[in-house]
């Protein structure tokens, strides 16, 4: 029986969004200054983001993007992390809902941003149907499917088992999956698609090696 979901809110992940943020690593070097990422920022249509997400971008595609340190630009050993949907999902030690209302208020924010849509209640399986589309956005823009695809694990991330995808670029490993939330609360769980050198972590272990995975995904995907 699918896991019910309190709440999902998302925009839907594009080729195009998708190439802005595998660009990010060659685009201009834009030095660590507030003045010089704000311009570039305002060039690139895009805006700065302290609600949804502390310290993060509103990219010119409506998705959330956060980085390491000030500047997305140009800085080929930073990890960048782009959200394209929010859950809050089910926990079963919390029957009676004590966090509903404020939750639900978070939620009520990222689903009212331009572009995005929402459902309350919903089930894994509509969280599996954004992230296939999502698969699908990433996989026309490399021109490959991922190599790895597997479960994501409470080790890994909080709410129902999702499937977590992954490409790699002869640089960078793409992870597209669930991720704990980051933002000022941190009971939700994002929808991202993690950008993030291949210097961060060893080789992907093995499927079977449960510990092995949830090292490498505690450095390719948590901020």
């Known amino acids: ?22 660009a990010l690593p060659t685009t201009p070097h834009v030095p660590e200054d507030f003045d010089a990422v704000d311009a ?37 050993d930073a990890r960048h992390f782009l959200v394209f949907g929010q859950l809050y999902p089910v926990d079963p030690d919390d029957e009676n809902m004590t966090n509903g209302s404020w939750l639900y208020a978070l939620m009520n924010d990222w689903q009212q941003q331009s572009g995005w849509s929402g459902r309350r209640p919903g089930t894994d399986q509509d969280c599996e149907t954004v992230l296939a589309q999502a698969a699908q956005a990433v996989t026309e823009h490399l021109g490959t499917g991922p190599v790895r695809t597997i479960l994501s694990s409470a080790a890994v991330v909080t709410g129902p088992a ?16 669930p991720a704990a939330d980051n933002g000022p609360y941190g009971y939700l769980t994002h929808l991202q698609l993690s950008y993030t050198p ?18 490498w995904f505690s450095v390719h995907v948590d901020w």
């Open 1 to 22: 029986m699918p896991i019910p979901v309190h709440a999902l809110a998302h925009r839907p992940l594009t080729a195009a969004a998708v190439a802005e943020l595998v």
């Open 40 to 76: 570039e920022t305002q060039q690139r249509g895009w805006s700065w983001e302290h609600e949804l997400v502390c310290d993060s971008f509103r990219t010119g595609h409506g998705h959330v993007l956060c980085t390491d340190g000030l500047s997305p630009f140009g800085h080929a």
């Open 162 to 177: 999702l499937t977590h995808r992954i490409w790699r670029t002869p640089t960078h490993a793409l992870v597209l999956g």
């Open 198 to 215: 291949l210097t961060c972590g060893p080789d992907l272990p093995p499927a079977d090696d449960e510990d092995g995975l949830a090292r």
